[in-house]
């Protein structure tokens, strides 16, 4: 059975940090990209950051670039995100994704609050 399950998430100051983590099992791991994405109320889905396998390549979103990272680790199948300076507009519901050719999976997401 596949599984995603994010954790780390809270109630954070303005230009506090956070960092999130991405579970995996029931899929081979390292055969698959995984990417972040975040939901705020009221608004789309959108992706914030991407790492390939192999973790030889990353690309981010331009509201987190050079505030967030994303890496991997392929032996504990699992996926991180940092998140520094964090701002109250990165309030949201933050989403582990797998991806390979036209297989998808999601997790159950994780809030993440900005606010003084």
């Known amino acids: 059975q596949v599984q995603l399950v994010e954790s780390g998430g809270g109630l954070v100051q303005p230009g506090g940090s956070l960092r999130l983590s991405c579970a995996a099992s029931?899929?081979?791991?390292?055969?698959?990209?995984m990417s972040w994405y975040r939901q705020a109320p009221g608004k789309e889905r959108e992706w914030v950051a991407r790492?390939?396998?192999?973790?030889?390549?990353?690309t981010y979103a331009d509201s987190g670039k050079g505030r967030f990272t994303i890496s991997r680790d392929n032996a504990k199948m699992t996926v991180y995100l940092q998140m520094n300076s964090l701002k109250p507009e990165d309030t949201a519901v933050y989403y582990c994704?797998?991806?390979?050719?036209?297989?998808?999976?999601w997790g159950q997401g994780t809030q993440v609050t900005v606010s003084s």
């Open positions: 790492i390939v396998g192999t973790a030889s390549n990353t």
């Open positions: 994704n797998a991806q390979r050719r036209f297989q998808y999976y």
């Open positions: 029931g899929f081979i791991f390292r055969l698959y990209d």
